[in-house]
């Protein structure tokens, strides 16, 4: 199967709207898909997909492409390795390539290293050997159903995954490089020995590392694989591509500490339930959450660890404008423990009674300082007028303002005079900084693209116009812009070899990002926009008359030349600026 051929089977059989929600929650409303932008950050929808014509583009960071760009960007790989998942995704089979791409990266290999390595695991916990650990698992409630639907598996004390995986082809140095082998004195040996296996999936369902827990005392509770080429801690959450639907229909996402918490809580029906593999939620993993909702239900251990992690989270939540609430369970309780003893729906009722993310940083300044002492309305202050700064909008920090006046009986403004004081001396109740959105990659301004231009070219990209009329009078060089010149050279090359070409080929095949945000705009933005006959012939005419007026000036400032130096303008060059000079006075 020709390459170009492969990308539009996958097209005809996904559609970009299918591949675009799988990462984003879209809403349909008229032509287009709208959602919030996964290359920056935004309260506001700005991202849009036009499924007729096969873009998305985002009015914010003004970015935008087809299907296999926008894979290639959020999942950071080659325009191959995007053409080979998608067409796994699509039921093809990427060696029908004419022309197969080689996989430079080694990221396939590594892909079926590790599910190789999770099927490893699954026969092992279903195996004589797995017997204590499946008994394990029925103690906690946790039935077969959940093991399977979560991949669960067992890593045998005695090891066998590396020889295993050796045998189906993997490469010690690929298996060193996921954690899976580990190089001793006397060889490589077995990384997880000896614990329940917990595989971490990406988005797309692949497995990209493992998590595993102790069955025997003497050795630390979890082990994790290491960052790897397909792995990135700080940029995953356990559970998201199981969770992401329930996610995207609800509008919000439970955030737990552990596997066994998410495990629980989607065996309980609470099924938007991830996991932030460890206490230490990243500024990443928030932006990936950003992705599928805008509400978060915080509900990590109930100990000093989790409310620390939880403040941390806040602040992260709270610089990307994300409604965070914190769920409180009684002290010492986890999510797991806590279903497992008091049902689903008592832990409904914690859910419902969450705190929204002030009311629980000033509930935490309560507990280490008396609001009863000018000292520890100080303190309380201090700890709390920062966070309260932090938000964006002026009304919360009205309202919250007063909030802690009225806590801690107080009147506003001396809070606002102590803010500004804090302000000044740089106290900041930021725990950590930063985010994770991808930086703006601007193609050339639109602004400077003259509107003929862009109307012309939008009529040209949409089939509004046909090539015929257009290359008629006008060419490229017509164009001032030197993008949309460059876009409309490669289609008038096309067109001049073969008339019957198809544009939507042409489209298909640009690799050019800048090119492909400027497409992808063009088309967004004129939506809904349709020209009669005249006014496109009038943009032809626009344009074609620039481009005489820019060769008559050329011309006048030639025959100046020559009646400077006191001589006779050839005559060709006479006969040129004459036929042009009525051409532009029939105009």
């Known amino acids: 199967m020709e390459g170009t051929d492969l990308k539009e089977e996958i097209a005809r059989r996904l559609g970009i709207a299918q591949v675009v929600s799988w990462y984003v929650h879209l809403v349909h409303r008229g032509k287009t898909h709208k959602g919030l932008c996964p290359f920056h950050s935004e309260k506001t929808p700005s991202f849009t997909v036009n499924e007729e014509k096969g873009f998305w583009y985002c009015f914010g960071c003004q970015q935008g492409g087809d299907l296999y760009h926008f894979v290639q960007k959020i999942e950071?790989?080659?325009?191959?390795?995007?053409?080979?998942l998608l067409a796994g995704k699509a039921g093809l089979?990427?060696?029908?390539?004419r022309k197969k791409g080689p996989d430079r990266s080694g990221k396939e290999e590594l892909y079926s290293a590790l599910s190789e390595g999770s099927a490893f695991f699954q026969t092992c916990l279903f195996a004589r050997e797995g017997i204590h650990v499946r008994k394990y698992l029925e103690s906690r409630g946790i039935p077969e159903s959940t093991w399977k639907h979560f991949g669960l598996g067992f890593a045998p004390t005695e090891g066998g995954a590396v020889s295993h995986l050796r045998k189906k082809g993997a490469s010690l140095e690929n298996l060193e490089k996921l954690g899976l082998a580990k190089k001793g004195k006397s060889g490589y040996?077995?990384?997880?020995r000896g614990r329940l296996i917990f595989p971490v999936k990406d988005i797309l369902g692949r497995v990209i590392a493992f998590g595993g827990r102790v069955m025997d005392e003497g050795a630390p509770k979890y082990l994790n694989s290491p960052e790897s080429p397909v792995f990135s801690k700080s940029r995953q959450l356990f559970a998201l591509d199981i969770a992401k639907k329930a996610i995207s229909e609800g509008g919000s996402v439970l955030l737990v500490e552990g596997y066994l918490d998410a495990i629980a809580a989607h065996q309980s029906g609470f099924t938007n339930a991830v996991a932030s593999l460890g206490t230490s939620l990243t500024a990443g993993q928030v932006g990936l959450i950003g992705r599928y909702a805008r509400k978060v239900l915080l509900a990590y251990d109930s100990d000093e660890a989790g409310n620390r992690a939880s403040l941390r989270a806040l602040a992260l939540f709270q610089e990307?404008?994300?409604?965070?609430l914190v769920v409180t369970l009684p002290k010492g309780e986890d999510p797991d423990s806590f279903l497992r003893e008091k049902g689903p729906d008592a832990f409904r009722d914690h859910l419902a009674r969450a705190l929204p993310s002030i009311r629980y940083v000033l509930a935490q300044s309560l507990k280490r300082h008396d609001p009863g002492t000018l000292s520890g309305k100080e303190e309380i202050a201090k700890e709390v007028l920062p966070f309260i700064r932090a938000f964006k909008s002026p009304i919360a920090q009205d309202e919250h303002t007063r909030l802690l006046a009225d806590t801690?009986?107080?009147?506003?403004?001396?809070?606002?005079?102590?803010?500004?004081r804090f302000e000044k001396k740089g106290i900041s109740g930021?725990?950590?900084?930063?985010?994770g959105g991808v930086p703006k990659m601007n193609p050339e301004p639109l602004e400077q693209i003259?509107?003929?231009?862009?109307?012309l070219l939008a009529l040209i990209l949409k089939k509004e116009i046909t090539l015929?009329?257009?290359f008629q009078e006008n060419g490229p060089s017509d164009f001032a812009s030197p993008l949309c010149r460059k876009i409309v050279e490669e289609i008038h090359d096309l067109w001049s070899t073969d008339r019957s070409f198809r544009l939507d080929q042409f489209l298909s095949t640009r690799k050019d990002e800048t090119e492909s945000s400027l497409i992808a705009r063009l088309i967004s933005e004129s939506e809904g926009i349709s020209l009669s006959e005249k006014q496109k012939n009038q943009l032809l005419g626009q344009l074609r008359e620039r481009t005489l007026r820019e060769t008559f000036k050329s011309l006048q400032e030639k025959m100046a030349e020559f009646m400077g130096r006191g001589e006779h303008p050839p005559k060709e060059l006479q006969m040129a600026y004459k036929r042009l000079e009525h051409q532009l006075k029939v105009k």
């Open 408 to 420: 801690l009986k107080v009147r506003e403004e001396a809070l606002r005079r102590l803010s500004a």
């Open 76 to 84: 950071n790989i080659s325009f191959m390795e995007a053409l080979e």
């Open 468 to 470: 015929d009329q257009v």
């Open 430 to 435: 930021r725990l950590e900084q930063g985010h």
């Open 93 to 97: 089979d990427p060696d029908d390539f």
């Open 450 to 455: 003259s509107p003929a231009e862009r109307e």
């Open 320 to 324: 990307e404008e994300i409604e965070a």
């Open 189 to 192: 040996y077995d990384y997880f």
